[in-house]
């Protein structure tokens, strides 16, 4: 419409601004939770610049975390999170009868499915926002 289209516009000349800062707090974030061994940590693919949606977290598969009591741990501390929308398609109803092949067991799809959940990077969170999800995250995992 019209006024999405005008507010869009008026988005573009915060852009700059708005991927810096994400850039920035994902940084922040790979910086304080980089030191628990139970994470598989996000990283930029080779030759990419991403503007980051989110922190992606994948908790390891031999790691004894369990992602629904840690996102609950988040919630109650009013840290929000997302699932990753994404992982072993397969395994969703809407692809039960169509035809399709697979190769192998899909342990990384699965993984993803089951492990994984993001945290924000929104543009106006301050170092302080994102030292407190680090300390309610490092509190949850010893």
Do not use: C
Not at 97 to 106: K, P, S
């Amino acid at each position: 419409t019209d006024m999405q289209a005008a507010l869009g516009l008026s988005q573009l000349k915060k852009l700059d601004r708005f991927v810096s800062a994400r850039k920035q707090n994902f940084a922040t974030l790979s910086r304080l939770l980089g030191d628990i061994p139970d994470f598989i940590m996000p990283q930029a693919t080779a030759n990419s610049d991403p503007s980051w949606f989110g922190f992606p977290l994948t908790i390891r598969p031999e790691s004894s975390i369990d992602r629904t009591e840690l996102l609950r741990h988040l919630d109650h501390h009013k840290i929000g999170t997302r699932l990753l929308f994404a992982g072993n398609l397969l395994k969703q109803p809407a692809y039960r009868n169509i035809d399709h092949r697979v190769i192998g067991d899909l342990p990384n799809s699965d993984l993803v499915m089951t492990n994984t959940f993001w945290l924000g990077v929104y543009p106006g969170l301050t170092d302080e926002m994102l030292t407190y999800v680090s300390e309610i995250v490092h509190d949850f995992v010893g």
